[in-house]
């Protein structure tokens, strides 16, 4: 079946230091695929989304890229701040037997330091 | 200001007591969903929803129960609740259950059986 495997967390940066959190999925169709982020106390947040091969998500300096030939959807961002603290999601969504079902990853918490 | 909105945030029960989880948005989506939330799996569906009457298994259905009687609301039933359903939960939506459509969360309810 499909499936979302992340980097495992934590991951602690210095604020301003360069971001990747590592994504690559398996899947029998041809899924979409999104990042979210969840905040302390709240749910699950859109970052950003890409529909189809070779395109790029982009959202608040997070960039992804769909990339089909390494199944992969790396989450990047070039400096990140304290207010990116958060564990981020990958997720993908592609048509099951009754309809469409999303499988997310096992999230990555991220701590930024001052 | 459109949300999803979950109820209660937070309950302690005891095993065996029947519980309902309610969740209602105000986006006139056609696509809901359940999912639980556990430390190093991420999110699992439960059910989901892709319109009035029409409901499916995700991958972790046993012991919970679901209805849409209305397109707008969508319960969680915890007919005999059991300590491994001890979770957070949360309801999503989406305007249609299609692979693009990110969805909207909810704030989640955090659900300890006992």
């Known amino acids: 079946g499909d499936s979302v495997t992340q980097m495992e967390g934590p991951v602690t940066l210095s604020e301003e230091a360069f971001l990747t959190i590592n994504c690559t999925y398996t899947a029998t169709g041809y899924p979409s695929l999104f990042w979210y982020v969840q905040y302390p106390g709240e749910g699950l947040q859109l970052l950003l989304k890409?529909?189809?091969?070779?395109d790029k998500g982009s959202n608040k300096g997070f960039e992804a890229t769909y990339r089909k030939e390494t199944t992969s959807f790396h989450l990047e961002k070039g400096s990140v701040q304290v207010s990116d603290s958060a564990v981020y999601f990958c997720?993908?969504?592609?048509?099951?037997?009754?309809?469409?079902?999303?499988?997310f990853g096992a999230g990555t918490r991220l701590f930024v330091k001052a | 200001e459109a949300q999803v909105t979950q109820n209660p945030r937070y309950l302690i029960t005891v095993t065996g007591k029947k519980l309902t989880v309610t969740c209602s948005q105000n986006m006139n989506h056609e696509y809901m969903s359940w999912y639980r939330q556990d430390p190093g799996l991420g999110l699992r569906q439960i059910y989901y929803?892709?319109?009035?009457?029409?409901?499916d298994k995700g991958d972790v259905p046993e012991g919970y129960k679901v209805s849409r009687k209305e397109k707008r609301n969508f319960p969680l039933i915890l007919e005999s609740p059991s300590p491994n359903q001890t979770s957070l939960y949360f309801c999503?939506?989406?305007?249609?259950?299609?692979?693009?459509?990110?969805?909207?969360f909810g704030d989640g309810t955090r659900l300890s059986i006992l």
């Open positions: 929803s892709m319109n009035v009457e029409v409901t």
């Open positions: 999503a939506s989406s305007l249609e259950g299609g692979r693009n459509q990110p969805q909207h």
């Open positions: 890409a529909t189809k091969a070779d």
């Open positions: 997720a993908l969504s592609d048509r099951g037997t009754g309809g469409f079902k999303t499988i």
